[in-house]
């Protein structure tokens, strides 16, 4: 299989206390395929993006862009948090969130992992409601197959239909249960459509679990697995009764998924070595073909970057476009021209200072104790789907970042917020991803046989600085955002940066 795989066998051999085996097995395949992979794309000539503007009131970074100094780490300054035109308005904590959560109208939904999702204090999906912005309050929490299997990045709101879906994914690729949960009739008290007979029991279905997204009609709820590059469609035209439509295998080792807007295609990230997008026909399941296939439309990959998250189409212009987003390797975020959907042209790249080649040292050093996500993008989102003006993502240890895409050519930075480090809390932070230490330290042993950006494992994850990972949601001059440390967060600009 290659050096690479035996170097991850010899590892798991010498650490017998790892128990999520799937996961092994996914990073496995992920090096296997490393070796077979298809020609890269060119990378673009120029990444970077300048600094946003700081105006009154600001309390902004002290080193490189998106970068949480070892300095600030050890003084304890990180505990302070740093915000650039983005200020916090109010905040929810309690058990922390599972790197996915989400929000409709004054409510957010943190996601889950096991075994917080079963054994903490409040156990399953907790609901948060702002409906007072400034004293944000538990509401509910939701008790369900799906979300004490643990949602990781299934939980999903469809906004138009007011649906609320996730899928158990166990401990990294399960599946078998999706609950729905009405939130349009009210957000606080979301509720269990499927159930049966009443109860909070749904139906087991065999299809993937990892990553998840609506379609944008909102009748077709897609789930993905990492390990054998599953995918699958289930039906929502009737939410009390879902039924999985399609069930299949992409080549490559399937992560995030997006849906065109005519539900034609579908843009599946590929966790594999090199990072890329795959981009399918899912015409058929859209028309609900009695027999449907997934038809290969387009493979775009790259080298500068490891573990493609997902990718978005929109629209600028009148043409059709892609965001492309890596989780790890200091990949960024990438704006291809879909023009040719058989040839997607990269247009630009946006990499923070800290994401770049000659600041490797630098990111190593601050990051030695604090698990396996680093300054890496996870999740963006755009404040529209036809000529957006702004991009807001979860950059991982750096924070929420906005940017100023209305020339894609020349985005800029305008906001940024990252969250005080949560140090001493770890105990209280029962449903925190990165508090939970096996997840934060055996992966991040495992993932440095793929990425020499990914810095060693050295102990316990140390609180310094948070992981916001979930996808922002535009709500005019204000941002509804969640971090695994930090929890539910209500964020607005300030200065005027935004609206555009």
Partial sequence: MGEAVRRAERWATRRGRLRAGAALAAVVAVLALSEAAPAAARPSPDARVPRAECGPGSRPETGLQGQVPLRDRRSGRSQRGYECNLELVSRYQGQGQATVGASYGTCQ???????????????????IDFANPRKPRLTDSLVSPATLGGTWETLRV?????????VSVGAAVGGFFVSVYDVKSDCAHPKLLNGIKGTNLTMPGAFPGHEAAWSPDGMTYWTTGIVGGSIAALDMRNPRKPKVIFNGLTDTLSHGVHVSPDGNRVYVANSGVPAGINVYDSSDIQKREPRPRLRPIATVTWKDGIVSQYAHPFTQGGRTYMIAVDELGSGGVRFFDLSNERKPKLVRKIKLEINRPEHLNARKADLARNGIF????????????????????GWTQSGIRVFDIRDLRRPREIAYFNPPGQ?????KLTNSAHAFVPFGGYFSDLM?????????????????????????????????????????????????VYPL
């Fill in 109 to 127: 939904y943190l996601g889950t992992i096991l075994p917080s999702a079963v054994t903490a204090k409040r156990p399953g999906v907790n609901v």
């Fill in 158 to 166: 469809h906004q138009g239909r007011g649906l609320l879906a996730a």
């Fill in 374 to 393: 680093g300054y890496d993008s996870h999740y963006c989102a755009l404040d529209r789907p036809v000529d957006p003006t702004a991009l807001a993502c």
């Fill in 423 to 427: 140090v001493g809390k770890r105990t």
């Fill in 448 to 496: 440095q046989t793929t990425s020499a950006d990914i810095p060693p494992y050295l102990g316990e994850t140390d609180m310094t600085a948070d992981w916001c990972m979930s996808p922002p949601r535009f709500d005019k001059g204000r941002l509804w955002v969640s971090c695994d440390d930090n929890g539910a967060l209500l964020l607005r600009f300030s200065n005027g």
